[in-house]
């Protein structure tokens, strides 16, 4: 009996080559389908293994749950997609598993079929705070990738989300640039198409520049009189050091005329042109412009 389990055990060990069978569910980030295909696909094939892993393979009964890349899957018209053999074989060992080589796929084409689900493209909207060391700032907004994502449920649940957000992320008395991947925070009763976004907020150091500017005005009908009050302030800018030419001398400041008509207490902000790109920054002394029209008499 030992002698006898011992030649089993010999003979099992040894490699041999047959023909196994798995129950395949394929998942995939197809835009607009399922995350899953709708049931399962025989994948049979000639490998390569050891005696007891071929055995193993043959009983096994669980589905293999395969992420098929997007490129890999053709479409055959309607709910159905194509993977060949030869893109199969990338999958091998996900497939049989460490230790099992492939021989051979037993048909060229898998077909798996992928229903149509409802989806709507939303943004991701970066929720962080951010405190800076002396005479440094954020060159510009967080930058997110992907920016936007593909969420997936009913109709009702769709219509009621507008953006995704980003977990929270902090940052305290920073001088560098930093990033890194971030959690998106989950929307219940809805499946994303991500479930992370890499993120990167570039930070510079800046040097400030004072200037006195006049306010000018804009698109102005030839027989109106248009002013704003008041006709100068001060500007300042924040600009990336090391310090350039004063941008004051090449940045227009107004208000325009139309916007003006479209305001209802008569007071405007003040627009920016020209501003060179070294301007990380600038605000006005002056947030609010009073406006006065005066028609000429014809």
């Not at 997609?81 to 021989?103: D, N, R, T």
């Not at 991701?124 to 907004?141: D, E, I």
């Not at 920016?147 to 902090?170: C, E």
Request: charged fraction near 20%.
């Amino acid at each position: 009996m030992l002698s006898g389990s011992i030649w089993l055990i010999h003979n099992l060990s040894q490699t041999y080559t047959g023909v196994v069978n798995v129950s395949v569910v394929a998942h995939s980030g197809l835009k607009g389908r399922a995350a899953a295909s709708r049931s399962a696909v025989s994948v049979g094939a000639r490998c390569s293994a050891t005696g007891f892993r071929l055995i193993r393979l043959k009983h096994q009964k669980a589905d293999v749950h395969l992420d098929v890349h997007e490129e890999d899957l053709v479409p055959a018209g309607g709910d159905r997609y194509i993977v060949s053999a030869a893109e199969m074989a990338k999958y091998s060992s996900e497939l049989f598993g460490e230790g099992v080589e492939l021989v051979t796929f037993l048909n060229q084409n898998y077909t798996f079929e992928f229903g149509p689900e409802n989806y709507k493209v939303v943004p991701v909207r970066a929720v962080y705070s951010a405190s800076f060391k002396p005479q440094y700032m954020a060159a510009g907004p967080m930058s997110l990738s992907p920016d936007s994502v593909t969420v997936y449920g009913d109709d009702a649940k769709l219509a009621s989300i507008d953006a995704v957000l980003t977990k929270t992320l902090s940052f305290n008395d920073i001088s560098k640039s930093a990033g890194g991947v971030v959690k998106l925070v989950p929307v219940q009763g809805l499946r994303m198409s991500d479930s992370d976004v890499t993120w990167s907020l570039e930070v510079t150091r800046y040097v400030e520049l004072r200037s006195e500017v006049s306010i000018g005005v804009r698109n102005v009908p030839p027989d109106v009189d248009f002013s704003v009050y008041p006709s100068r302030t001060e500007v300042v800018f924040l600009c990336a050091f090391p310090a350039r030419n004063d941008p004051s001398a090449v940045c227009e400041f107004y208000v325009d005329y139309e916007e003006f008509l479209r305001s209802e207490s008569g007071r405007c902000v003040a627009r920016a042109d020209n501003v060179p790109s070294y301007v990380l920054e600038w605000r006005l002394g002056t947030e609010l412009f009073d406006c006065m029209v005066r028609e000429d008499a014809q």
